[in-house]
């Protein structure tokens, strides 16, 4: 994730303990007592505990945890469904916790729409009507709710369905409509709650797709809630993960992989197969020689020879990459009297963005065997990658 991108929302120090004096079980907990200690001694349950972290504009971010980790209470806390105990959650420098009934309303109206896991359609509303609901309820005049549902209908893949009623859909077609709805609302956060849990596992799995290709196109900042593992692996830019209502890690993915913060993180993530998430990044390797396009055959030959390699990448002054250098291809520009190697380069080569499967570079290699390029989306070089290290990395994900 770039940390440079504008930051959505806040979430700074939160606690939320359930009971009739939160004071005291926060005192507790601050004197080092953790959540049944204090259950113990109160009666109350403390259902977060100082919880941090930021969302980006256009992030999906996952949180995660096991079932009484205190996941589906953050989610309700971020638009005040639940009120916090302690700390604060900012979006776009509105405070939540500090906000009167009606901003509130106009917070939540602007900013959060949700999407639950068991779909919560209007079994007497057509598809079109559930899809118009927020709309409706907004007072939206009838032709531009008509309008404006229809293209997230569409959005969703469900032209054609618009008559149609729920009993009539299939588990994940329901799910599409709840989405639907929730993009016709055109806030700016969307909230997912568990939103595939119920759908069998390969409808599910067809959602998480789908959800991924809408990320992709509107780039709608998604905070999404789920206890799997895999899930949260398949769709999140990041994810949070919880247990006892308190924050173990926060990562990508490949982060929360390759860099367990303790032993339950890498309990908790036995079994998973680590070489379907792991990226060119995890196996990328600093360039330990470049050439200028404006060099003369000799100076590259000389970096060849120093760096005991038989090609080398060529860039321009800012590390846009503009071909590739054989030793064979110099020597011959050497023979011609060449005053330059630009008319010896070779694009016969592959280029990878960082965040590229690993298990999809082993085959991208050629019969030359040349050093993988990895670029930026501005086609700088970044890095390689060579074979042995692709071959390595997925012998060590086997292990894990």
Same mark, same amino acid.
């Given at each position: 994730?770039d940390e440079?991108?504008n930051?959505?929302?806040?979430?700074k120090?939160?606690?939320?303990?359930?009971?009739?004096?939160?004071?005291?079980?926060?005192?507790?907990?601050?004197?080092?007592?953790?959540?049944?200690?204090?259950?113990?001694?109160?009666?109350?349950?403390?259902?977060?505990?100082?919880?941090?972290?930021?969302?980006?504009e256009?992030?999906?971010?996952v949180?995660?945890?096991?079932?009484?980790s205190?996941?589906?209470?953050?989610?309700?806390?971020?638009?005040?469904?639940?009120?916090i105990?302690?700390g604060?959650?900012?979006?776009?420098?509105?405070?939540?916790?500090?906000?009167?009934?009606?901003?509130?309303l106009?917070?939540?109206?602007?900013?959060?729409?949700?999407?639950?896991?068991?779909?919560?359609?209007?079994?007497?509303?057509t598809?079109?009507?559930?899809?118009?609901f927020?709309?409706?309820i907004r007072?939206?005049?009838?032709?531009e709710?008509?309008?404006?549902?229809?293209?997230?209908?569409?959005?969703?893949?469900l032209?054609?369905?618009?008559?149609?009623?729920p009993?009539?859909?299939?588990?994940?077609?329901?799910?599409?409509?709840g989405?639907?709805?929730a993009?016709?609302?055109?806030?700016?956060?969307?909230?997912?709650?568990?939103?595939?849990?119920?759908?069998?596992?390969?409808?599910?799995?067809?959602?998480?797709e789908?959800?991924?290709?809408?990320?992709?196109?509107?780039?709608? /900042?998604?905070? +999404?809630? @789920?206890?799997?593992? $895999? &899930?949260? =692996?398949?769709?999140?830019?990041?994810?949070?993960?919880? !247990?006892d209502?308190?924050?173990v890690?926060?990562g990508?993915?490949?982060?929360?992989?390759?860099?367990?913060?303790?032993?339950?993180?890498?309990?908790?993530?036995?079994g998973?197969?680590?070489?379907?998430?792991?990226?060119?990044?995890?196996?990328?390797?600093?360039?330990?020689?470049?050439?200028r396009?404006?060099?003369?055959?000799?100076?590259?030959?000389?970096?060849?020879?120093?760096?005991?390699?038989?090609?080398?990448y060529?860039?321009?002054?800012?590390r846009?990459?503009?071909?590739l250098?054989?030793?064979?291809e110099?020597?011959?520009?050497?023979?011609?009297?060449a005053?330059?190697i630009s008319?010896?380069? /070779?694009?016969? +080569?592959? @280029?990878?963005?960082? $965040? &590229?499967? =690993?298990?999809?570079?082993?085959?991208m290699?050629?019969? !030359?065997s040349?050093?993988?390029?990895?670029v930026?989306?501005?086609?700088?070089?970044?890095?390689?990658?060579?074979?042995?290290a692709?071959?390595?990395?997925?012998?060590?994900?086997?292990?894990?």
């Amino acid at each position: 994730m770039d940390e440079t991108r504008n930051v959505k929302i806040q979430v700074k120090g939160v606690s939320k303990v359930f009971g009739k004096n939160p004071k005291s079980a926060l005192e507790l907990r601050d004197q080092g007592l953790k959540r049944p200690e204090i259950l113990e001694k109160t009666g109350q349950t403390l259902g977060l505990s100082n919880i941090s972290f930021d969302v980006y504009e256009g992030e999906l971010l996952v949180i995660m945890g096991l079932s009484g980790s205190g996941k589906s209470t953050l989610i309700r806390c971020l638009n005040r469904l639940i009120d916090i105990s302690d700390g604060d959650i900012i979006i776009d420098d509105e405070h939540i916790p500090s906000l009167s009934v009606k901003e509130l309303l106009e917070c939540r109206r602007r900013h959060f729409s949700m999407v639950f896991q068991n779909f919560a359609l209007f079994p007497h509303k057509t598809v079109l009507q559930n899809a118009q609901f927020g709309l409706e309820i907004r007072g939206i005049a009838p032709a531009e709710r008509d309008k404006t549902a229809r293209e997230a209908l569409t959005q969703v893949g469900l032209d054609g369905w618009e008559d149609a009623y729920p009993n009539q859909l299939s588990g994940g077609m329901q799910q599409r409509v709840g989405l639907a709805r929730a993009l016709a609302n055109d806030a700016s956060v969307l909230l997912m709650d568990e939103a595939f849990s119920a759908l069998d596992p390969l409808i599910r799995k067809e959602m998480q797709e789908e959800l991924l290709q809408l990320q992709s196109r509107m780039q709608k /900042t998604t905070v +999404f809630i @789920t206890h799997d593992l $895999d &899930e949260a =692996l398949n769709i999140g830019d990041r994810i949070v993960l919880l !247990k006892d209502g308190e924050v173990v890690q926060i990562g990508t993915p490949e982060q929360i992989l390759t860099q367990p913060a303790d032993d339950y993180v890498r309990r908790f993530i036995e079994g998973v197969d680590r070489s379907r998430i792991l990226t060119a990044e995890s196996a990328m390797r600093p360039v330990r020689t470049t050439a200028r396009n404006g060099d003369g055959p000799r100076t590259a030959l000389h970096r060849m020879r120093e760096n005991s390699v038989d090609s080398i990448y060529v860039t321009d002054r800012d590390r846009h990459l503009q071909g590739l250098l054989e030793a064979e291809e110099a020597s011959r520009a050497v023979d011609a009297g060449a005053d330059t190697i630009s008319d010896y380069l /070779t694009q016969d +080569f592959r @280029t990878v963005t960082r $965040d &590229e499967p =690993l298990q999809n570079l082993f085959a991208m290699f050629s019969e !030359k065997s040349f050093p993988i390029a990895v670029v930026d989306d501005e086609k700088r070089l970044l890095g390689v990658v060579v074979k042995g290290a692709v071959l390595d990395e997925l012998a060590r994900a086997g292990d894990q």
